[in-house]
Nanobody
Framework: VNLVESGGGLVQPGGSLTLSCVAS????????MYWYRQAPGKEREWVAS???????NYADSVKGRFTISRDNAKRTSYLQMNSLKPEDTAVYYC?????????WGRGTQVTVSS
């Protein structure tokens, strides 16, 4: 299983970014995909998830600002982030769970600063 994130960068408060996560090495369509983030000095925290049936869930801190989606044909999960705040600054990780194990990408840095 291989997960590769992209799309991070530096953005001003109030701006937007879209992160992507491409998965390989397993049957993608039925897997729930997760996004997590880890800010400096803090624990990694769950941000959002999307099931194989496109049901979505969000952490309260991002609800109404972030949108998770997936494209099974491209084996890709997306995290659209709007109205970004400085406290959204973190490394964002893509995750899926299979066979009792957690699989992680290397992460992509998002920095929200003026």
């Amino acid at each position: 299983v291989n997960l590769v994130e992209s799309g991070g960068g530096l953005v001003q408060p109030g701006g937007s970014l879209t992160l992507s996560c491409v998965a390989s090495g397993l049957f993608f369509s039925f897997r729930t995909m997760y996004w997590y983030r880890q800010a400096p000095g803090k624990e990694r925290e769950w941000v959002a998830s999307v099931t194989g049936g496109d049901s979505t869930n969000y952490a309260d801190s991002v609800k109404g600002r972030f949108t998770i989606s997936r494209d099974n044909a491209k084996r890709t999960s997306y995290l659209q982030m709007n109205s970004l705040k400085p406290e959204d600054t973190a490394v964002y990780y893509c995750n899926l769970k299979h066979g009792g194990l957690d699989y992680w990408g290397r992460g992509t840095q998002v920095t929200v600063s003026s």
